[in-house]
């Protein structure tokens, strides 16, 4: 059986506990997995300054491993350690995810080199760090998700804290292996035994539900067997459900609908026996047995993204007229009303913009609290009013790289990176503010082993003042960059209950599509890890790295929310013909059909979850409301804040539908257990329709429970 050594605290490039202070001649080793030795001598330099470190190489006796190259760990006789000594790696996992009882028959490996910070005897050793917090205390062992056929994994042990801030850092070339500080909190993937029955090139969850409609491209590798390109799954059910399309529904846009229904908007050109779907408007409602056509659009799209106003309608953005790069853009945007669904309405795209962004794939787009739409694709984008079609104020452009200043990254298709607003706080008076990351370089079009950007962006949108005539929007100075633990091209990010961001999934070179030859990938080094992102934490320090997954995640995979806090994460259509160099679970056919669940740090404190015994299932703009509390485990759980959620809408490394809006407390009785809190003041901070409410216990959130939130 092959195995797979799993650590705990990953000791990988940059990554260590604290930062220790080296004296003169003496050496840090860095991990027994770097044979490149100009990548750990950039490590050094940046860790220790110019003229403070230099690099060595030491031959490593022989060792007993399970696999060589894995997180810098090996087995000395019985016992996992790192190359420090420490007990780091004591988990061992079969390539389906699942722990093994007892400890393995291990094989030998040839000998490893190990590389080594050594401070010259000369200069003098560089000033101690802060000394670092105490360990976490080890987190009780979790619940099964609800209700789970099979067991939530144990949490590995709580890692070392993260070593302090340090200065950004070179990327280095093709490798799996982030080098963030690691997230104190455990995580962990699980694969769950039930397989999907198409990819989940496009992933949405069905509100007021636990089920989650999948849709793809026709392909011959169903499990089944089946020729149906939608359906759903049941995560407490664990049930598949074909789902019968009246056309071609790859690379659509789709949103939920403040009804609760589902709008697919755009699509496929005529395949496999299924009709065009490129004009095609369809809703699809939960307990129907297909999708139901509604109208065309007038425009054909393919890449659309879809928005839900604040009034119901469905704002239809981008997209190409034809499939593929190149085709025809298109010069109008469509607002489609379910109130009147036979035709839609046309605004003219501003020109410049258009011919800025080029060909308009799946824009970035958020509706703010102020009353407009912000607007983005390719590094330009404006804040507009689509119902008049009136552009008000030009977005910053993106900035120079600061890691690689000469190169140029994007994150429009194939430089595929992903964005989120982070979450709306009454306390900031509902202040936007735009995350992108991950994304790659322009230049990788013709040379796809340039490795993918390893910067997220931060723009902080203060909302208009009375004085400003209600459209003038402060940008705060434009985007800031930062430095996160590894390079991305495909992420996908969720934003959680408590307003981190989690960011998985994508590769760590290539691009986006179909390879030229026989529709294999185009990027190589999948990245298995996850990693957080603390909006509140000080700038260069709100990056940290979680557990990694066994199954590669790159171009057509997606990720969701789930009702009790976790990420449903599934999808890779095109899953073979990659190199990489961590080991990983080879998808069984040319698709990836496996569903995972990934459990965030903050899913593991039973003791203090809070659990939700009473909300109403429906509440009006700015209305008082109150909500009683229990808790999990401890009844005298306290609980600090509540917030609503949107289910997601994902595809093509964007949600769609992503939003969180902290509720105004007016009233905690932490004896009564009693909180009441306002509804968001109106439509434009959070559009009707169906969210998810979660309590709050500083960063450990409840299960939800759903609440529509409108006019009645």
């Known amino acids: 059986m092959f195995l797979i050594l799993m650590t705990t605290s990953l000791l990988t490039r940059g990554t260590t506990a604290a930062t220790p202070r080296l004296s003169s001649g003496e050496g840090l080793l860095l991990t027994s997995t770097w044979n490149n030795y100009a990548e750990a001598e950039q490590f050094c330099l940046a860790t220790y300054g110019l003229g403070l470190a230099s690099w060595d190489v030491l031959d490593a006796r022989p060792v007993l491993a399970a696999q060589c190259r894995t997180f810098g760990c090996w087995v000395d006789g019985d016992k996992s350690i790192s190359p420090?000594?420490?007990?780091?790696?004591?988990?061992?996992?079969?390539?389906?995810?699942?722990?093994?009882?007892?400890?393995?028959?291990?094989?030998?490996?040839?000998?490893?080199?190990?590389?080594?910070?050594?401070?010259?005897?000369q200069p003098p050793a560089p000033p101690s760090p802060p000394p670092p917090p105490p360990s976490p205390p080890s987190p009780p062992s979790p619940p099964r998700?609800?209700?789970?056929?099979?067991?939530?994994?144990?949490?590995?042990?709580?890692?070392?804290?993260?070593?302090?801030?340090?200065?950004?850092?070179?990327?280095?070339?093709k490798s799996s292996v982030p080098y963030a500080p690691?997230?104190?909190?455990?995580?962990?993937?699980?694969?769950?035994?039930?397989?999907?029955m198409v990819v989940a090139v496009h992933m949405v969850h069905i509100p007021g539900t636990d089920k989650y409609l999948y849709m793809e491209r026709p392909s011959g590798y169903h499990p089944d067997n089946s020729r149906e390109i939608a359906g759903s799954i049941d995560l407490v059910t664990r049930e598949w459900k074909h789902l019968q399309t009246p056309d071609g529904l790859f690379c659509c846009g789709h949103v939920?609908?403040?009804?609760?229904?589902?709008?697919?908007?755009g699509g496929h050109k005529e395949n496999a026996g299924f009709p065009s779907g490129l004009k095609s408007i369809r809703t699809y409602t939960n307990g129907q047995e297909s999708l139901v056509k509604v109208t065309e659009m007038a425009w054909a799209r393919w890449y659309p993204s879809a928005t839900l106003l604040p009034d119901s309608q469905i704002l239809i953005m981008g997209g190409t007229q034809d499939v593929g790069a190149g085709t025809a853009r298109n010069p109008y945007y469509e607002v489609w009303n379910p109130a009147t669904p036979s035709v839609t309405q046309q605004h003219l795209v501003n020109p410049d913009y258009l011919n800025r962004v080029?060909?308009?794939?799946?824009?970035?787009?958020?509706?703010?609290?102020s009353g407009l739409l912000f607007n983005y694709c390719n590094n330009n984008g404006w804040l507009m009013d689509p119902y008049e079609g009136r552009y008000v104020q030009a977005l910053p452009n993106?900035?120079?790289?600061?890691?690689?200043?000469?190169?140029?990254?994007?994150?429009?298709?194939?430089?595929?990176?992903?964005?989120?607003?982070?979450?709306?706080?009454?306390?900031?008076?509902?202040?936007?503010?735009?995350?992108?990351?991950?994304?790659?370089?322009?230049t990788a079009n013709n040379d796809l082993t340039i490795e993918a950007c390893s910067e997220s962006l931060r723009l902080t949108i203060d909302l208009p003042g009375a004085e400003a005539n209600g459209e003038w929007h402060n940008m705060n100075g434009g985007w800031v960059v930062e430095f996160m633990g590894s390079p991305r091209v495909m992420p996908d990010s969720i934003l959680l209950p408590n307003g981190k961001v989690i960011l998985l999934n994508g590769a760590t070179q290539g691009l986006a599509g179909d390879a030229s030859s026989g529709g294999g990938s185009r990027a190589d080094f999948p990245n298995f890890f996850a990693e957080v992102y603390d909006p509140d934490a000080p700038v260069n320090t709100r990056w940290s790295t979680l557990a990694r997954s066994q199954i590669a995640r790159m171009y057509h995979s997606t990720t969701a929310l789930t009702t009790n806090g976790t990420i449903l994460v599934s999808g890779c259509?095109?899953?073979?013909?990659?190199?990489?160099?961590?080991?990983?679970?080879?998808?069984?056919?040319?698709?990836?059909?496996?569903?995972?669940?990934?459990?965030?740090?903050?899913?593991?404190?039973?003791?203090?979850?809070?659990?939700?015994?009473?909300?109403?299932?429906?509440?009006?703009?700015?209305?008082?409301?109150?909500?009683?509390?229990?808790?999990?485990?401890?009844?005298?759980?306290?609980?600090?804040?509540?917030?609503?959620?949107?289910?997601?809408?994902?595809?093509?490394s964007f949600n769609t539908n992503q939003r969180a809006v902290k509720l105004l407390p007016v009233f905690n009785d932490q004896g009564a257990?009693?909180?009441?809190?306002?509804?968001?003041?109106?439509?434009?901070?959070?559009?009707?329709?169906?969210?998810?409410?979660?309590?709050?216990?500083?960063?450990?959130?409840?299960?939800?429970?759903?609440?529509?939130?409108?006019?009645?």
Request: with cysteine; aromatic share 10%; proline share 16%.
């Open 573 to 652: 259509d095109r899953c073979t013909k990659y190199q990489s160099d961590l080991p990983f679970s080879q998808s069984p056919a040319k698709a990836e059909y496996r569903n995972e669940i990934f459990y965030p740090p903050y899913f593991y404190d039973t003791w203090n979850k809070p659990v939700i015994l009473d909300a109403p299932a429906r509440v009006r703009y700015n209305e008082q409301f109150t909500i009683l509390w229990s808790g999990e485990e401890n009844a005298n759980v306290p609980v600090t804040a509540a917030v609503l959620v949107a289910p997601s809408s994902t595809t093509h």
């Open 145 to 173: 998700p609800p209700p789970p056929k099979t067991p939530a994994p144990s949490p590995p042990a709580a890692p070392s804290p993260p070593r302090p801030p340090r200065p950004p850092m070179t990327p280095l070339a």
């Open 398 to 442: 993106r900035p120079r790289s600061v890691i690689s200043p000469s190169t140029v990254y994007t994150t429009q298709f194939p430089y595929t990176g992903t964005a989120v607003m982070l979450m709306l706080k009454p306390e900031d008076n509902y202040r936007v503010d735009i995350l992108q990351m991950g994304g790659a370089d322009i």
């Open 182 to 196: 690691l997230n104190p909190g455990p995580s962990a993937f699980q694969m769950l035994k039930e397989q999907s």
């Open 673 to 712: 257990k009693m909180l009441t809190v306002r509804a968001p003041p109106t439509k434009d901070h959070a559009p009707p329709q169906m969210y998810m409410l979660f309590l709050l216990n500083g960063d450990i959130y409840s299960r939800a429970q759903w609440v529509t939130l409108g006019d009645y």
């Open 358 to 369: 080029r060909q308009n794939y799946y824009p970035f787009n958020f509706w703010l609290p």
């Open 256 to 265: 939920q609908m403040s009804n609760g229904s589902v709008a697919i908007v």
């Open 84 to 121: 420090w000594g420490m007990e780091l790696c004591p988990m061992v996992f079969t390539p389906d995810g699942l722990p093994l009882p007892a400890s393995p028959q291990l094989s030998a490996c040839p000998t490893l080199q190990r590389s080594v910070c050594r401070v010259p005897a």
